[in-house]
């Protein structure tokens, strides 16, 4: 009985939230959480894009013209941007209040916005670059009439 009664008590200690708890009043996430989630998936979806990136610098370093180079330093540039961003990000612990960690979050949405807009900008152009002069022994695609 007494097992029961310890298990039963830490079930309802787990269930208690407090008010630095990640959830609002209704159970869903607090408008803080929301947005550092909202981050994180805006962060993990550009991760996902850098073996892209990294692809096409391959691709284009392979080019041995000079061409290449102002598409090869735009993809650094994303890259490195991405890089600068994850090293400056620090989450508000615990303690913060509420509106601090919402006003962090959506603050920090804006540098990823930048951030995404780099990627986007140089991963568009490095592709539009090697459609235009595919690699040696590549032909390009023609478009079907």
């Known amino acids: 009985m007494k097992t029961f009664c310890k298990i039963s008590l830490l079930a309802t200690l787990a269930a208690c939230t407090s008010p630095n708890k990640p959830v609002s009043e209704n159970g869903g996430p607090s408008p803080a959480s929301a947005a550092e989630i909202a981050l994180m998936s805006k962060h993990d979806s550009l ?5 892209q990136l990294m692809s096409l610098k391959g691709k284009l370093s392979g080019y041995h013209t000079e061409a290449a180079a102002p598409y090869i330093h735009g993809l650094q540039a994303a890259d490195a941007a991405m890089m600068g961003w994850m090293h400056q ?3 508000p612990d615990s303690t913060a209040t509420a509106e601090a960690r919402l006003a962090y979050f959506q603050q920090q949405q804006e540098k990823l916005k930048a951030v995404q807009g780099r990627f986007r900008s140089s991963l568009d152009s490095a592709n539009r670059f090697m459609k235009q002069y595919p690699p ?6 023609t478009s079907s009439k």
């Not at 991760?47 to 073996?51: E, S």
């Open 47 to 51: 991760m996902a894009q850098t073996d």
């Open 136 to 141: 040696a022994g590549e032909v390009a695609p």
């Open 89 to 91: 990000y620090k989450a």
